[in-house]
């Protein structure tokens, strides 16, 4: 699929299972957070939306003005993180990668450095995007 010229009906028909939409108050900070420093590829990245990709997989990226006549937008906090209580996993993402180049990114907080979880076979770190999400880079031990 072209995600740069797809029409928007035909993107969404072609979601399946589950797909996640992220609110971010800077769509274009977030897409440079995903990236610079997860490795993920973006397309149709403007101020309101944006698809990026990991392992082929979309994510999707909305203005909060995209939202205005959606319940959704009145339950998001006025300032700080946004995500609390969700994990974003990224598999076969280098955490240690990710890790350094999230160290020099505004806006991006290591919240646990790279370790390995070894009852799971994992090595993972915990990050916070400029949003507030928390993205959790990992690979295979």
């Known amino acids: 699929m072209d995600y740069e010229t797809v029409p928007a009906p035909d993107f969404g028909h072609s979601l399946t299972a589950i797909s996640v939409n992220l609110l971010c108050r800077d769509v274009r ?17 403007s101020a309101d939306f944006a698809i990026v990709l990991h392992a082929g997989q979309p994510l ?9 006549n959606h319940p959704l937008p009145s339950l998001l906090p006025e300032s700080g993180p946004r995500g609390g209580g969700i994990e974003i996993r990224l598999h076969e993402a280098d955490p240690d990668i990710c890790a350094a180049r999230a160290a020099g990114f505004d806006g ?5 450095a790279p370790n390995d979880k070894t009852p799971h076979g994992l090595r993972e770190a915990t990050i916070l995007s400029p949003s507030g999400y928390a993205f959790v880079p990992s690979r295979r031990i």
């Open 29 to 45: 900070a977030e897409v440079r957070f995903l990236t610079e420093v997860m490795g993920l590829t973006a397309h149709r990245v």
């Open 60 to 68: 999707q990226l909305h203005s909060d003005g995209t939202y205005a």
């Open 108 to 112: 991006a907080m290591v919240l646990q």
